[in-house]
């Protein structure tokens, strides 16, 4: 294969798989120069990657569309005439447009019999502990591609970056001492840390070292970004805290992290955002353990997380309840151990 290789990566979802995979795309850029290297993604994540200078075009599926929506696109690659397809979904959807004939595939390899053996019977098969970062780009060894240790990134246009400091110049962040970045949303109930975690931690920073607190979210996590928002701002007695919760597209949202001096996170694609924007990061884990590959990929990041629980982990993306009724993979962290750990790692410790 020669620096003219036309390369397609395939990942419709979610919006963490996305950013993880753009250490990938700049190492199999690195590899192939002057090749033309293509992404698949569903539309409403195709703004994480349409801007990234690693990659020629974007296609955009739009799931309404169903089977006919996924047909069409199959014949553009195929009309496209692609040597290389790098499936790092490996779904039911991936492996239809991977099935043509003619390029070479590669596969991620999930460890999918690991993850069952540690989810169903709670026996821990796994030999090594590989972070999704490196499992996809192990995908590509034998073309000699190895990880550049360079981590995340996001690459966001000036117009955005534009917008967003105007937005963020209305908030006067420069009266404050420390700007907090309260992550509580995620897309399953068992990656959820309690609100009430989130608001007591937002509270002691703006109490004790005169902090502003913003929150993000997408439009769903709006309910819980407003309550906390509320309910900060009422124990502290001043409005120190502002949700942007469903205000920011997802760009938009990385780039207003970049005010923040720390990002306290649930396990969601938000977590790594932050990271992708180099951001202090503490993430609280409930349901899903290191194993999977998720944690933040920063060697710097503190995970805090409830360990010696018989049951954990209950699953491998999370659930839509605690299947043993008591939860305390999550109501057991201590708010007071999250703040500490914070400001231990913003060199704030007392």
């Known amino acids: 294969m020669d620096t003219t290789t036309k390369t397609l990566v395939i ?57 006919d929506g996924l047909r069409a696109l199959k014949k553009k690659i195929k009309d496209e005439g692609y040597e290389l397809i790098v499936d790092i979904h490996d779904s039911l959807r991936s492996k239809y447009l991977r099935s043509l004939r003619g390029p070479r595939r590669v596969v991620v390899n999930k460890r999918v019999l690991e993850r069952s053996m540690l989810v169903n019977f709670k026996k821990n098969t796994y030999k090594e502990i590989v972070p999704v970062v490196d499992r996809y780009i192990e995908t590509l060894k034998q073309f000699g591609i190895t990880n550049d240790g360079r981590g ?52 002691a920073f703006a ?81 899903t353990v290191r194993e999977f590959g998720f944690f933040p990929y920063d060697p710097a990041a503190v995970v805090i997380e409830r360990r010696g629980l018989d049951c954990r982990p209950c699953s491998h993306i999370g659930r839509s309840d605690c299947p043993e009724k008591h939860f305390r993979c999550m109501t057991e962290i201590d708010p007071d151990q999250v703040f500490s750990r914070a400001r231990d790692l913003l060199g704030q410790g007392v």
């Not at 963020?168 to 992550?183: D, H, I, P, S, W």
């Not at 993000?216 to 906390?228: A, L, M, R, S, W």
């Open 11 to 67: 990942r419709f979802s979610s919006i963490g798989d996305i950013v993880l995979s753009t250490p990938m795309l700049r190492v199999l850029r690195a590899r192939f120069p002057a090749g033309q290297i293509d992404y698949v993604t569903r539309t409403e994540y195709a703004e994480l990657v349409k801007s990234n200078q690693n990659l020629n075009h974007t296609y955009e599926f739009d799931a309404s569309r169903g089977f």
């Open 152 to 203: 995340l990134e996001l690459h966001i246009p000036d117009e955005v970056l534009f917008g967003v400091s105007g937005r963020m110049a209305r908030l006067q962040l420069n009266r404050f001492e420390k700007v907090v970045g309260l992550c509580p949303g995620a897309r399953h109930v068992t990656k959820r840390w309690p609100a009430d975690g989130f608001a007591r931690v937002g509270a």
């Open 207 to 287: 109490q004790k070292l005169d902090a502003k607190i913003l929150l993000f979210g997408g439009p769903t996590d709006e309910p819980v970004c407003n309550q906390i928002a509320w309910e900060i701002n009422n124990q502290v007695g001043a409005e120190r805290a502002t949700s942007l919760c469903g205000q920011l597209k997802l760009l938009e949202t990385g780039a207003a992290m970049e005010y923040c001096d720390v990002v306290i996170t649930n396990d969601t694609g938000l977590m790594h955002i932050a990271t992708a924007m180099h951001k202090k990061i503490i993430a609280v884990f409930g349901s």
